[in-house]
């Protein structure tokens, strides 16, 4: 099992940036494929970027050119870099990890509690 937990939301000017982590505590936080989700009001969850136990990277397309992903196996910890943050960015933030990399928010069996990110314009 892994346990994970998010920080680095907050308030933020359109155009501003944002820093999200995840920590892990629990069992080979390394062999995990993790996963960078959001949630807007009235919305499904979806993936905004994963990263997998070897370093492969998929973004969703409203993250390229904008957000990056990146894990510190040493430190179990994941991130997320957003620049030119949009209102429409807006949402909980939620991190997971799953067997298998995947843009299924289904496939990925732990969560965390989510964090909030808001872009005012």
């Known amino acids: 099992q892994v346990q994970l937990v998010e920080s680095g939301g907050g308030l933020v000017q359109a155009g501003g940036s944002l820093r999200l982590s995840c920590a892990a505590s629990g069992r080979s936080f390394s062999s995990y494929a993790m996963g960078w989700f959001r949630q807007a009001p009235g919305k499904e969850r979806e993936l905004v970027a994963y990263i997998s136990w070897g370093g492969s990277i998929h973004y969703a397309d409203s993250a390229k050119g904008r957000f990056t992903i990146s894990r510190d196996n ?18 909980v933030y939620y991190c997971a990890a799953g067997s298998r990399p995947s843009v299924l928010y289904r496939s990925y069996g732990y969560w965390g509690q989510g964090t909030q990110v808001t872009v005012s314009s």
């Open 74 to 91: 040493a430190k179990n910890t994941m991130y997320l870099q957003m620049n030119s943050l949009k209102p429409e960015d807006t949402a």
